[in-house]
């Protein structure tokens, strides 16, 4: 195993990876910027080091770092760059080990038009759309009008709901595809974009994959993503509610043969639509999900912690026949934000009472007199709750959000406490447009 890591990243996740390298026996370097000092995954780490004024997008002040403390190796956590090709590329170059796929996987399967072509020679169906990339209004239009309205533009290379436009008439088909576009330009510097029929109603489904560098692939199940907001996910569930189990099972299936046959390593997760008994294959995230813990609590397989034991080169610990669900497991996300307007509440925590009891686990870095910096992603923890059931797991999830304490700051916990009371969400299957469609949340 690895002696040292440097964790490119910060907040819950940064945690997460800090606490599997110390069961592991790792030490750890946690970087930070000079307007982020107060983390406090950095009173854990080994070494600290800061890396910028304020920005974590610094491939190769991330690798000098590594290369100055001693590490063999880099964990990019998500986000930031978690599916950046060249960061992944300049750390293998450095003699490091980049902890998460390959350079060229994450390139290929980064271009959302390669990926469906890739995930369509393994046998998984497509959303009807274009059929490659598109780079421009010209190719666009015909494309547009023979795929039918409504419609979805999306950027090849986009990431975080940015750079996707759903069109609902021809008329609105120019702004829109260039509005998409332009995002994707400032996002990635890539302007391609690929077009899809808009499905409604349709659910979010994903199946977490692991591949070591034998060969070697496996799935941990399944996770339902359907609650989102401008296609952002505010809570996940595992395994998926409401759905035949042969036609999960080969979902399953054929997610592990994209892996085995991508020779994938790591972690990484396949997202499909779900509409009338049919999956359809939208991308491939090559990195842990933020919504890693639901598989963690229903499988038992520690997902940071198989991330590490792949990247130094050993086989995956678990044969896919030692992979049992067990029981229902539910996340939502903790936001500081406004839970009516969803605008940002940085500012300072006075209180704060994490929720406890059976089944119940809090993935945060925040506490009280920590101050939620106005600089970064809005997500300051996880809440994760498992049950023997999914009623039972609601229930706990329930208690537990009555239970936890955020002052001095708003969240979206009073959003999340109405959503879990929500008939329609309680009986399972909502769609992704159920919040903005049927709750108004727009």
């Known amino acids: 195993m690895f002696d040292k890591i440097l964790i490119a990243n910060r907040g819950e996740i940064a945690l997460r990876i800090l ?34 004024e304020k920005s974590y997008l610094d491939a190769n002040s991330m690798v000098v770092a590594a290369k100055n403390h001693g ?22 170059a450095a003699g490091l080990s980049f902890i998460g796929p390959d350079a060229g996987t994450i390139s290929s399967m980064g271009d959302k038009s390669n990926a469906r072509v890739t995930a369509m020679t393994f046998g998984l169906k ?6 490659g990339a598109v780079e421009n209004l010209a190719e666009a239009i015909p494309i547009a009008d023979e795929v039918g309205y409504p419609l979805v533009v999306k950027a090849a290379r986009g990431g975080g ?5 759903m069109i609902m008439k021809n008329s609105e088909f120019e702004k829109a595809f260039t509005d998409a576009q332009a995002e994707s330009l400032a996002l990635s510097s890539n302007g391609e974009m690929y077009i899809e ?29 359907s609650l989102q907001r401008k296609h952002q996910k505010i809570m996940e569930e595992a395994p998926a509610v409401n759905i035949p189990e042969d036609d999960l099972q080969t979902l399953l299936d054929l997610s592990v043969k994209m892996a085995e046959g991508l020779g ?12 009338e008994g049919e999956f359809y294959f939208i991308e491939m995230n090559t990195r842990i999900q933020v919504e890693h813990p639901v598989t963690e609590l229903v499988t038992g397989v520690d997902i940071v912690k198989e991330q590490l034991r792949i990247a130094n080169g050993d086989v995956l610990t678990y044969k896919q026949e030692d992979i049992q669900i067990r029981g229902h497991a539910i996340e939502c996300r903790i936001n500081a934000e406004d839970p009516e307007t969803f605008m940002p509440s940085p500012g300072t925590i006075e209180h704060y009472h994490p929720p406890g009891g059976p089944g ?9 007199g920590y101050k939620v910096p106005p600089h970064y992603d809005s997500l300051i923890g996880k809440l994760i709750v498992h049950g023997e059931n999914r009623d039972l797991a609601l229930r706990r999830m329930s208690i537990a959000l009555s239970e936890i304490v955020i002052d001095g700051i708003k969240t979206n916990i009073p959003l999340h406490q109405k959503l879990v009371t929500n008939a329609a969400f ?13 709750l108004g949340l727009k």
């Open 19 to 52: 606490r599997a390298c110390r069961e592991l026996g790792v030490q750890t370097v946690a970087v930070y910027t000079k307007v982020d000092t107060d983390l406090l995954h950095l009173r854990f780490a080994d070494e600290i080091v800061c890396i910028s």
């Open 71 to 92: 590490c063999e190796a880099i964990h990019p956590g998500y986000g930031f760059l978690a599916e950046n090709a060249d960061f992944a590329e300049l750390t293998e």
């Open 126 to 131: 497509l959303v009807p759309g274009s059929n």
């Open 161 to 165: 709901g940015r750079g996707i436009r």
């Open 197 to 225: 029929k808009f499905l409604d109603p349709v659910r979010h489904i994903e199946v977490q994959v692991m591949g070591d560098s034998a060969g070697n692939a496996i799935h941990l199940g399944s996770r339902e993503c």
């Open 264 to 275: 994938y390593r790591n972690a990484g997760t396949l997202e499909f639509l779900y509409q």
């Open 360 to 368: 119940v686990r809090v993935d945060t870095h925040v506490y009280q």
């Open 426 to 438: 309680m009986a399972g299957g909502t769609d992704i447009h159920y919040l903005e469609d049927e």
